[in-house]
């Protein structure tokens, strides 16, 4: 008989399930949703259903292995613990001889959602050591910043809540694709007469299957946010008592709505002008209306002052009053755990450099890798990522991957194209094998997950990896030998009172415990009566950063730009893929590979579908397979915009050709992220 466990998926997804896992003689034979938990409701996304496959996958890393071929080829040979730990160390130590301990620079993102794997013994570490602080800006950091100075926190709606909606507008957020668990809550609400709207540049799977869809182009949402402002001021339908109430730059927000008549908006955005004001409209009096809004539309080069506006409408229709009101970005904000205890910043100055060490931001690697000094960086050290998948302007990471003189340490469970340029590199064990306490970014529960089968081969958590790392550098501070136990004790020792009340003792008997944002069986209307967490107690609408002009790389942008390269570019997430992490299967190889086109833009090239077509601008290029709907089917976007469903292995693409040689490591209007979506290029048919 197998015994039943508990598990958490660990993957970078806003649902964090909770999972059930039949193990048999030690090794994992079904896994499936936890029917009693109040998110997950009993089922998986189709890619975890499958997650045993990669498990027990024989393509998993076993061993720590050292590089034979030449960077980027993917040859190794076996070698023990020891002797990696040795070269690790060794090269750590003359790196920080030759160019200073800043000089090293650790390369970590969405690996796991868990705490201790994902920011635990490694940020001590790298404290201690003295190493480049890496600035993790390439997913979120654009909205989590916006949404920061208008709701002064980072949580909004609680899932369970949009049950209770009556209108729920998907805004960049294509919730059947990343968020499946916030469907049901969408079908229970609909099934009582609520209506779904979409608002994408994409006819994305939600789009289809919502009440309408506005296929807005893309990085015009703060136009449209404004355009919605607008007509809800000229037509009355604010709630003044809540304005008066609980915000803070109103007349400044009034004032600049105002100059965003229909009109205008209709010719930034692409959406018709009554539309507009039929969206307006509704949205202001079919109340409850609530704000899916998702990462999506962040991506863009003014993509923080979007998250601005959208996130001001329902401070201006009052709908944050009720359940099934209000807007949900992230919940993440919420998990107030004492993460500093745990990362232990304080050890910087325990460092050789005695103090916080330079910032680097993620997105730029490239130049990071290609052009920093002062000093150079002369190591780097992934775990929890594919950069030379998932970075943007992906040519020029890949120029500093090559470098002769980089030492690179890989940390990972699958032989990825990173892992093809490390030096050594090591094997990392997957969240069914190690200790994790996890937090989600789309629900209000905190999870604690088990080892529920062993480790393959030699395959070690980061947790291991880093303390081995320590006491091989002589770093004698206690905190490198520290339990995980311990670990996750002090992150609950925190005393905001969403933490009150829970224990590891609770969390291992319960596995997932709700924070305490309300009353067990009351709802969370977190800004109901005011509770902002900005200096002004309010919701600030901060209208002087609010005004818009399209992005460079945009229909109505750089007209130079536009001329050579006049189609724009989103390579948004594969309905079933996570990032690349999946990217070995051969199925979602051929989903990452083609390129959504409108016969409009299509025809006039000689495009047809299923043709191979070259996508490019000035940084690089990539080849992808042209899907042109004929009718009856809806073309996936709208003329002057082309899709790819990103993102796949470079390696199993002829000439490691990827998507992300396109994207631009420009930042964002704020919050230093990425603008992935802001992205000018050309298509042509390509020759035989
Ligand atoms: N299946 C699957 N699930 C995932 C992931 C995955 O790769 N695959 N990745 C995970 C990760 S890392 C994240 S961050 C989350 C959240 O993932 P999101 O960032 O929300 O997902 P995206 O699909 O990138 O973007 C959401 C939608 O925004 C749209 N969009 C792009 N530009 C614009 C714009 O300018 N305006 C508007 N209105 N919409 C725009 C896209 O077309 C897309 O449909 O999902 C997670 N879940
Ligand atoms: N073109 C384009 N590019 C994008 C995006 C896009 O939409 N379009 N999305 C961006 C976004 S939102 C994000 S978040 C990033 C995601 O970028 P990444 O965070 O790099 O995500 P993945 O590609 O899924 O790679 C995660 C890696 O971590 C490994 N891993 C998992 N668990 C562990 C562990 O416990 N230990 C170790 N050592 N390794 C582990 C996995 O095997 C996998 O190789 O990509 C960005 N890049
Ligand atoms: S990827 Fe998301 S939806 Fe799928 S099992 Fe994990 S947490 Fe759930
Ligand atoms: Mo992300």
Known sequence: MPATRHSVCALDCPDACSLLIDVEDGKGSRLRGDPDHPVTRGFLCAKVARYLEREYSADRLLYPQRRVGAKGEGRFTRISWDEALDRIAEALHSA??????????????????GYLQGAGMDRRFFHRLGASRLDRTICA??????????????????PEQFAHSRLIIAWGANIHGTNVHLWPFIVDARRRGARLYVIDPVRTRTAGLADRHFAIYP???????????????AERLEDAGYLEQYVEGVSGFRQLAASYPPERVESLTGIPRQDIVDLAREYATLQPAVIRLNYGLQRSERGGAAVRAIAALPALTGSWRTPGGGLHLSTSGAFRLDTNGLEMPELQFQSPLGRPARLVNMVQLGRALTSLDSPPISTLVVYNSNPAAVAPNLNLVRRGLHRDDLFTVVLDQFQTDTADFADILLPATTFLEHTDLYYSYGHYHLQLARPVVPAPGEARSNTDIFRLLARRMGFSEPCFEESEDSMIARLLASDHPFLSGITIERLDAEHSVRLNVSPPGEPFLPFAHGGFGTPSGKCELGAETLSYSPPSESRLGDAALVRSFPLELISSKNDDSMNSTFGYRPELDRQTTVLHMHP???????????????????????????SVPGPPAAPAVRSGVVRAPSTRWPKL??????????????????????????????VEKCGD
Do not use: Q, W
Not at 142 to 154: D, M, P, R
Not at 219 to 233: E, T
């Open 653 to 682: 693409a002829p000439h490691r050709e990827h998507v992300n040689a396109l994207t631009s490591d420009n930042l964002t209007d704020i919050g230093g992220g990425a603008v992935f979506y802001s992205c000018l290029v050309e």
């Open 600 to 626: 409009d833009d299509a025809l006039p090239r000689s495009i047809r579908d299923g043709d191979l077509v070259r996508v490019f601008n000035s940084r690089g290029s990539c080849r992808l397979t042209a």
């Open 219 to 233: 990085g015009s949402d703060l136009a449209l946010a404004l355009g919605l402002a607008h007509v809800i001021f």
């Open 96 to 113: 920080s001889r030759a160019f200073g301990p800043e000089s090293v620079l650790p390369y970590s993102y969405g690996g796991t959602m």
């Open 141 to 158: 950091s654009a909205g989590a910043a916006a949404l920061t100075s208008t709701l002064g926190v980072k949580y909004g709606t609680e």
